[in-house]
Each structure stands twice: as structure tokens, then as C-alpha cells.
């Protein structure tokens, strides 16, 4: 189990509500996390580009919306593993798509992951126990470097 370190959670989606139920699920998973929020994929962009040069404090999860305006999520993940600072970080795509072609697609750009947006209370449990697993692992990785 972590620590009280929070893990910093970067969340890209356009859809306020959706942001909103995606922090209410971590938040629920009682993992302590800090998120931010962008609203789409150019923001997240900019912000990492700028977190690296300042060298400041990456998020150590993206949580990544494909369906967004002026850069789509398969975008976005293609730009951010084309970055050598930030190679080991975990970007879960985070979606509404059931595609086998958007999950096939987020496979070979290198997502760590592909969570499916909740639309009824199971899936919201299931999402919740995805979302504490992935917290939980990225703290036992950040106390293991810690020692």
C-alpha cells in the first residue's frame, strides 16, 4: 500500500461532466491524488511541454478523452511518446468508445491503458476498482523509487 504522497493525475476531456464523474471515481478510491483538468488535447500538450522544460512536477497518469477538439486523444498519445523526458509515464486512455479500432489504434500508440467511460452503476464500481488498482501500482512504484 502507498503512503500519504499524493500521485498526480493529469485528466484531458472536453466533456465537464465527464471530468467531473472521472474525479469523483478516483476521489472515491480514497488513493490520495492530485488531479488536474484540461479540456482538450492541445491544453495537455502545451502544459506537459511547459512542465518539462520548467522541470516541474509531472503527473505520473494521464488520463486521456479521445474525442476532443483541436487535438484528438490517438493525437495526443502519438505527440506525448514521441517525448524522451516523459517516456515511462502512464497515459490510460479514458473514453466513451467501445471501438475495437480505438482500442487497437491506443494499443500500438502506446497507451498504457484503456478505460471505457461508466454509463450505469456496475460499470461505475468496475471503473472505480480500475482507477484504485492503477493509483495504488503508480504509488508502490513512486515508494519503491523513494527508498
Known sequence: MIGSESIRVLLVDDNPADAMLAKELIMETKVPAEISIVTDGE???DLIEGMIESKGEMPELVLLDLNM???GG???LRLLRGMPDIVTMLIV???GSRSPADLEAARAGGAS???V???DAIEIDETIVAFRELLQLLGEMKSSTNC
Do not use: D, M, S
Open 74 to 76: 490517438h493525437e495526443v
Open 43 to 45: 491544453l495537455a500538450i
Open 69 to 71: 477538439p483541436k487535438r
Open 113 to 115: 491503458g484503456y478505460i
Open 93 to 95: 486512455i479514458y473514453t
Open 117 to 119: 467511460k461508466p454509463i
